[in-house]
């Protein structure tokens, strides 16, 4: 029940829950020369590629449930970050790990993996 003065909306709260994994990566296009490669990307088109310690914010809104008090299960959302996210990226090269990351798709930039990691989401 909602108390005097108060909004569905003003019970909705925002969870944040934080992940970490390490992982490598190389920034270069198959079909660019060597030169274009070092002129776009810099030093991140040096083979073989380098590595990054990368964190991931997941934000979940809503409702506490009444009975549990919980917006989401954190062992659900913890096993869905793991089982779709973790596992595929923790110490791998993106580039071989990742099929839309293999040479000639697209570049493993933080933009891309973002959207990566959102669609498994």
Known sequence: MAREGLT???????????YRFSASHLYRRPDWSDEENRRRFGKCANLPGHGHNYRVTVVVAGEPDPDTGFVIDLGWLDALVRDAVLEAL????????VLEFAPGGRIPSSENLVLWIRDRL
């Open 90 to 97: 923790d110490h791998q090269h993106l580039n071989s790990a």
């Open 8 to 18: 569905r909306f003003d019970q909705r709260v925002r969870l944040r829950r934080r």
